[in-house]
């Protein structure tokens, strides 16, 4: 209904509308203050631009919605569509606007798409008989002028709430900037919030993750946070990092810093500043925080950087950001956490490396990996090659080979390492099956579980006869069967009158180990348009021209990640 009563000067109205919160100006940004709103409300943040997520920086703003989809999107300036993807995870259904000054606008999680654009998303989706696309367009093809509608915000592919994801990039590079520093406004006067530290003394000869960090907290003055006394460490390098967030004024929500600046004995030491990313880089954020703490919900920035870590944002470095004190000298340690709008937040602490390393004995399950080399672990029906650059620093790598009692499992368990550390790169790991039934051999699975105990199937290969797969974390690794197809259940069918309820086919549909790698659905024997939503298993087709008034057969095959397919067929009067 929406789609048909679009009307482009209602969105001039909106667009033109100032909004009552404040921005800020930093001149040495030569960003221009020219875009539009995209949304007909004001901004309230729930994610920042930069924000360590997952395995990435946030590349743009999430904008709150008011817990609800639907509300219109509007063009932030003139241009032309230059992609359209649609996707059941990630971005969902997104909108790329070119600019002729030079930028990229991303609109993401929409519901819909205006008429125009949904009719040409459409004519590709049936061409290609595929929901999921990625189309790019010629400046010609679909022209926009700012203020134009181009859809609805929504919830659609990874989101986990109603919001719109906004960026603003580098045509050119497709580099996303910080929006705010276009002219966006956001009412805040909220310095960033600080939860405390985390302080590593890291001995000669040792790497970072050959120790174990301390976490402390901090008390509050009317100066900033503090620890009561200096504390005194382990000979070494010191790695400092703190754990913290910050909100607007008007929203809740735990954000991303903007800016963080450390001193040591009031010198300049360590700065970063979240204005620019790069997408190929985005993986280097399990550097820049802190690992092992975000697996445990703790975001720890890390002032400070490791040797593997190449990402761009930092702006001033001495020593990398290691503190290295001089004999039993104190060290005076200042942190400054800026948000975007100048609000900041201090840290001091006092240091003293006064106490002799503890010696570690190396265990001879460990096998040493320099984070700089290509390096091969192969045991006893085991092995893990990871190429140069895997690791961000050197690791005496652990492994450990446990027999397995499941008759579910066609392997022994074999542990690699005992610490929960990230991978840069995929790492191919190799299990040698046993007692596998040929008949069965296709069907073969590698199984990740982690330190959670939470596990996982992996994409998996044949080579060398050894079950094989790449994988990004490491765990425990072990072998199974997925002999079982997926499962099809029908959710609005009413069997009585063999009728739909509603003017739409819904279907849930899931599998028990590889995961759904594929699906099509067909009325009549002709492909029809069913659009999956991968965080509720759910696929939905609305009756549309290819689905007239009468009888008609339903046909969904569903196909898993080992090549098991599942059939459903339905007789239905529309």
Known sequence: ??????????????????????????????????????????????????????????????????????????????????????????????????????????????????????????????????????????????KVKKGDIIGLSGNSGGSAGPHLHFELRESNSQFPINPLL???EVLDNKPPTINGIKVTSIPEGKSYYDVEGKRLDLLKGEKGYYLKDTLLLDKGAIAIGFH?????????????????????????????????TSFDQGRYVNAFRDFYEQKYNRTIYNCFRLPGNYLDVYEYLVNDGFVKPNGNEVVKVNI?????????????????????????????????VNYNQNVSVKKDGFAAYFPQGTFYDDVNMYYE?????????????????????????????QVDPINLPEKYKDKAVMMHKDFKNVEQVLTTFWKDNMVSARCKEVGTFYVKI???????????????????????????????????????????????????????????????KYCPKGEHNLKVLVTDGVGNVATKEISFVN
Request: proline share 3%.
């Open 182 to 184: 276009f002219g966006y």
């Open 482 to 544: 997925d002999s079982l197809a997926p499962t099809i259940n029908v959710l609005n069918y009413t069997e009585k009158t063999k009728t739909f309820r509603g003017d739409q086919i819904r279907l849930k549909i899931s599998d028990n180990l590889a995961g759904i790698e594929h699906y099509k659905g067909f009325i009549d024997d002709q492909w029809v348009l069913f659009e999956y939503d991968a965080k509720r298993n759910a696929l939905t087709y609305n009756f549309d």
């Open 336 to 368: 400054e956490v800026w948000d975007f709008h100048q609000n900041k937040s201090k840290i001091e602490l006092f240091v003293q490396a006064k106490n002799e390393s503890a010696t570690t004995a190396i265990d001879s399950n460990t096998t040493l």
């Open 1 to 142: 209904m929406f789609l048909k009563q679009l009307i482009v000067a209602v969105g001039l109205v909106l667009l033109c509308s100032s909004n009552t919160s404040y921005g800020q100006n930093y001149p040495e940004y030569p960003y221009p203050a020219e875009f539009g709103n995209p949304l007909g409300i004001d901004w309230k943040l729930s994610g920042t631009f930069g924000e360590p997520r997952g395995n990435h920086f946030h590349a743009g703003t999430d904008i709150k919605t008011n817990g609800a989809v639907g509300y219109k999107l509007y063009a932030v300036q003139d241009g032309y569509v230059a992609r359209i993807k649609v996707s059941p995870y990630g971005y969902g259904n997104a909108l790329y606007i070119a600019h002729p000054n030079g930028y990229t606008s991303v609109y993401a999680h929409m519901s819909e798409f205006n008429t125009q654009i949904d009719s040409l998303l459409k004519h590709y989706q049936y061409a290609t008989q595929e929901f999921e696309q990625d189309i790019y367009l010629d400046s010609d093809k679909l």
């Open 401 to 429: 080979r446990r027999k397995n009692q499941s008759s579910s499992i066609y392997s022994d368990n074999h542990q690699l390492h005992n610490k929960l550390i990230p991978l840069h790169k995929s790492a191919v790991i």
């Open 244 to 276: 913290g967030y910050d909100q607007q004024t008007l929203t809740t929500n735990k954000n991303g810093i903007f800016r963080v600046e450390m001193f040591v004995n009031d010198e300049r030491y360590f700065v970063w500043t979240m204005d620019k």
